[in-house]
């Protein structure tokens, strides 16, 4: 599954089994999840249309890809934090 959390000052994509494991895996990998304002699960069409930036983007590569959909990283039921507006 995906998810969104929001926060005051940043939004951060992860993924997770279900919601109690991404709040568990959360508070043990940042210390803590008292900042969240909010969690939303993305459905899978919704991630298709949600584009991340990619910041480690080389234009000499041409492989690499510029941007790509949340959907194409959120891949399996692993914990993991795949996009945040921090990374800018």
């Not at 993305?42 to 584009?51: G, R």
């Amino acid at each position: 599954m995906i998810f969104k959390l929001k926060f005051e000052d940043k939004t951060e994509y992860l993924t997770a089994k279900n919601q109690l494991h991404l709040l568990q895996n959360y508070e043990e990998e940042f210390f803590g999840f008292q900042d969240i304002q909010e969690v939303i699960e993305i459905s899978d069409e919704e991630a298709k249309k949600i584009m991340l930036k990619n910041i480690e983007y080389n234009e000499n590569d041409p492989d690499d890809l510029e941007e790509f959909s949340l959907y194409d990283t959120s891949v399996g039921d692993d914990f993991c934090l795949v996009g945040s507006s921090e990374w800018d």
